[in-house]
């Protein structure tokens, strides 16, 4: 199922030579790169072009506005497909994209949580739509990213697993646990082997327009607005309240709920002989309510919308190692099923920090097992 091709192999071919038509002669595997405009997605399009299957480029039109999702990617991807030779394909997203991630966001901090929209936008406007639109109105079955994870089949369980990335450091998988056994089947991940610096190294071995573009540092959405706070506020407005500690006690205020997340310190504007920290988020009485690091932590938490992935949903209490951030390290916990889409995660040492509306994934070693979505905990404050 892995795609491999070392950079050694890439230098040794000539790749940009191909035919500008559209039309693939039949016995050529035929295949969507699901193009960004970024270098990895660009890579992607070269390593299997050189392997010998058909490709096409297929970009999302996520946004209006300039960026990566938006008008500089897309012209980014049309030079990446010119420079191949293959044909490119631009699908008006904007309304799914809006439906899916934009009112999803909105709607949830203005409830008072952290939505985390990559998941969700991996799920709901990306692979489960890349792949009808492969299939459905090019008759191609199988797509390809440049996420970095890897999925294998496992005929034991009869599942596709997905498993964290070679490069550590770029491992994705985390935004990856919503997806369905049908996405994993119709998807390749050909960087998932690499690291960053090969895909690089690749990339300017084919002379890719891309090669040296910058990597993107944000969710495209602060890329595009500036700032999350920027970006909300466009939505939501001010809606002024107050700052209130776990008492109850009144000790500054705010400009809206949404400008705050569970865990955060900064931007307080409170003057505390101690750290003070975001314990929970109160939409119904519009406040905020800070605590000490010991009160914005937690030995265990619940998760719902759970998805498993690389095992059938467990019955019983299961060790595994959660990571309850993007760019924390996973922690040992024991899982418990309370459903089969909800379980409670009882940590070994307390969490702090775990925020409502954030994924919660859990892993054994480098196999990605399930992950939802974390609940707010029952607490007196
Ligand atoms: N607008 C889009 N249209 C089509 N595919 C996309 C789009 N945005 C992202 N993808 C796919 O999802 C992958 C991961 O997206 P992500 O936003 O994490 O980009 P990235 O890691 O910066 O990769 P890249 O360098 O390709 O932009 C991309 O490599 C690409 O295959």
Redesign the pocket.
């Known amino acids: 199922m892995v795609i491999g091709l070392s950079p050694a192999d890439a230098s040794s071919h000539s790749l940009l030579t191909s035919t500008t038509s559209s039309t693939v002669p039949t016995q050529r595997p035929r295949i969507v790169a ?8 660009s890579t ?1 399009a070269a390593i299997l072009h050189e392997q010998g299957y058909a490709v096409e480029g ?3 039109w ?1 946004m209006k506005g300039k960026g ?2 938006c008008t500089d ?1 897309l012209v980014d991807a049309a030079t990446i497909c010119e420079q191949l030779g293959i044909p490119h394909h631009v699908v008006d997203s904007r309304e799914v994209f809006q439906a899916n991630i934009v009112d999803y966001l909105v709607a949830g901090y203005a409830d008072g949580i952290t939505p985390l929209p990559c998941s969700q936008c991996n799920k709901t406007v ?1 692979f489960g739509p890349l792949l009808a639109y492969a299939r459905e109105t090019l008759g191609i079955p199988q797509i390809a ?3 970095y994870a890897r999925v294998r089949f496992d005929a034991e369980s009869g599942r596709y697993q997905l498993l964290r990335a070679v490069d550590r450091q770029k491992d ?1 998988s985390y935004f990856l646990y919503d997806l369905s056994q049908e996405h994993l089947a119709g998807t390749l991940f050909p960087l998932g082997e690499y690291t960053k610096a090969q895909t690089r190294e690749i990339a300017a071995q084919y002379g890719l327009a891309t090669a040296a573009k910058p990597e ?1 540092q944000d969710l ?1 959405l602060i890329e595009t607005h500036g700032s999350m706070r920027n970006f909300l506020d466009q939505y939501l407005g001010q809606k002024p309240g107050d700052i209130v500690d776990t008492q109850g006690r009144v000790l500054g205020s705010h400009e809206g709920i949404h400008h705050y997340t569970v865990g955060q310190r900064k931007g307080l504007g409170i003057a505390a002989p101690h750290p003070l920290y975001v314990v929970r988020i109160d939409a119904a009485m519009n406040r905020v309510i800070v605590g000490t690091r010991e009160e914005a932590t937690q030995t265990e938490a619940t998760v719902k919308q759970v998805n498993w992935v690389s095992m059938a949903p467990a019955r019983d209490p299961l060790p595994v190692e959660v990571q309850v951030r993007y760019r924390t390290a996973a922690v040992a916990a024991t899982l418990i099923p309370e459903s089969e889409d909800r379980v409670r995660l009882q940590f070994e040492e307390p969490q702090f920090g775990v925020t409502p509306g954030q994924a919660a994934v859990w892993y054994h070693g480098d196999l990605l097992l399930g992950g939802g979505i974390l609940e707010r905990p029952s607490r007196s404050f």
Request: charged letters at 10%; a neutral charge.
């Open positions: 699901a193009l960004s405009g970024g270098v990895d997605s992607v297929v970009t999302l996520l990566q999702c990617g990306k990213t440049g996420h994705q993107s495209c």
